[in-house]
């Protein structure tokens, strides 16, 4: 019988973080699929926590960003939060979800038309003369099992 480790699983874009299982016997290629890539880093939380992240994903084009609190660089792509044990081995984080996910913020672009007003001898309204973005962020969200799915 296999004792599953558990890990805790931002999914960025949907802004919201929760528990999922990982079979130690299959450790890098359950994190890969987690994630979403093939070449993963880690950055670490703490002794004990350890963030996954895709080794790439500041390469690519970014639909949003997290921030890790007292961390320099922004992180891409979904993260999966691990614990550590003294010889470096992956196991189930001890922290809460909670208090992960408060040291987390992911941040998104949002767009806001700027208008322009028309006014003419034949023309009266407005238009839209550009577009101008801010940065949203968010805290993600923690799901319960019943909400994760």
């Known amino acids: 019988m296999t004792n599953f480790l558990t890990a805790y699983l931002v999914e960025v874009e949907r802004r919201t973080i929760r528990i999922v299982t990982i079979d130690p016997g299959n450790i890098l290629a359950e994190i890969r699929r987690h994630i979403g890539c093939e070449l993963i880093d880690m950055v670490r939380i703490d002794r004990n926590h350890s963030i996954v992240v895709d080794d790439n994903g500041l390469t690519d084009e970014l639909p949003c960003f997290t921030e890790l609190k007292d961390y320099g660089s922004p992180l891409a792509g979904n993260l999966l939060i691990i614990g550590t044990d003294a010889a470096g081995e992956t196991v189930s984080p001890t922290h809460p979800i909670e ?20 006014r ?3 023309v009266f309204g407005s238009r839209v003369s550009g577009l101008s973005v801010k940065l949203i962020g968010v805290v993600p969200t923690v799901l319960t099992e019943e909400r994760a799915h």
């Not at 040291?103 to 007003?117: G, N």
Request: proline share 13%; net charge negative.
């Open 120 to 122: 003419g001898p034949h």
């Open 99 to 118: 208090d992960i996910a408060a040291m987390l913020m992911i941040r998104y672009p949002v767009l806001s038309p700027e208008f322009e007003m028309l």
